[in-house]
């Protein structure tokens, strides 16, 4: 099966054979030895999972109930977790999921292109940008396009280039770019505001809150730039590491504290206002039967909700953090590259095996497991039909949405699939034609997912 991710792309498997510096040196953006080069050794990491620790659903939990909220009505999306503290809980949408219609917003997913945006919404518009960096308003109730923007530079020093995201605010349309800048366009026409370069390649989509705009660029730099002028300020440097998925999370933020993941498996906690310290946890579980465990980045997005931070890692932590102080409530031994959804009594994590995990949000304890990583037998190899070969894949599957008592995740299967958020049946699975592994997100009833082929499908 061809490449559907940019996460599954760049997971750097011959890790296990060749070690991190091969890791490094495939990296694109590596310069070498420039820059920052300090690690923590591996006495400075403290796994917070114990070695032995397995996932399994509690007994006292089996078919038991749960709270979650009553399905509210949203009319905006402004970030790619819908809020600053990238957290929604219930929404309203989708109802039997069938698809009202499909756009084509730009250059797809191809060797050299990688369509990794959210798509963000508000005022009756819809927001998405392509594999190399066009912008497109449509309406987000007929699907009819409103304006485009293409914000490739013209620089020879980034002729190829992947990543990025939007979020908006007070009308401002906000962008970053593995083209090196973040921008503010004007959410109506799709005029450029400001454009400010920055030194380092930027993966993930910004969050805005407070006059700020906040961005994780590729070496572990934490960006803020002034929503009114561009011009920077305060930055925050994590933990270089050799070894990581070349993606990078959207910060999460709450009243004046911005809650940040890195590549080097650091949740850290900062003030909004300053970038001073609050406090720093390491996701780190270490497996010496898995080499990968040692790419201990965090690429989903932390969430806040109800004063716990809950992020996953690559490394194998699923974990609640108290917002405040920074101790870990409980965690759990799930690698994952998604974003958990907490909602209610719960919170739901997809792991990169394709588990969906439904955890009781306040023990740790686990209510269900639905496996939908099972591998899937293709065909490929061969001219004219002579020769092929049959061959396993597994799927990867997308951060969750909750929506109308549905848990729905895209994947790189081209399906998109509903199960029962109370019991983790799968109730719907809907053809999209295309993979994905971008986040659904959900808009005034209708669910909206933008897939690797630069499509965007309303379903309502």
Known sequence: MRRTSLLALFLAASVALTGCSTVNRLNPFNKGDEGPQETASEGERIAIVAADQTLEVAEALKGADFFLPTPEMNASWSL?????????????????????????????????????????AANGKIYVMDGEATVTAFDAQSGSQLWRTNLRPDSKRDKEAFGGGLALADGKLYVTSGYRFAAQLNADTGAVTWRTNTEQPIHAAPTVSGGRVFAVAVDNTLLTFDTATGATGWTYQALSESARILAASSPAVSGDTVVASFGSGELVALRAGNGNDLWNEALSRANRNNALSEIRDIPGRPVIYQGDVFAVSHSGVFAATDLRSGQARWSLPVTGITSPWPAGDVVYVVSKAGEVICVARES???????????????????????????????????????????????????ELVALNAKTGAVENTVNLGSPTLISPIAVAGTVYVATDKAQLIALR
Do not use: C
């Open 80 to 120: 790619p977790g819908g809020s600053p503290e990238q957290s929604m809980s219930h929404v309203e949408a989708g109802g039997g999921l069938s698809i009202a219609w499909k756009r084509g917003f730009g250059q797809g997913s191809d060797r050299g292109a990688h369509v990794t945006a959210t798509p963000v």
């Open 364 to 414: 740790g304890q686990i209510y269900w497991i639905t496996d939908l990583g099972k591998d899937r037998e293709s065909n490929g190899g061969g001219f004219m039909g002579i020769g092929k070969k049959k061959f396993t894949t597994r799927p990867i599957w997308s951060s969750p949405l909750l929506a109308s008592n549905k848990l729905i995740v895209a994947g790189s299967t081209g």
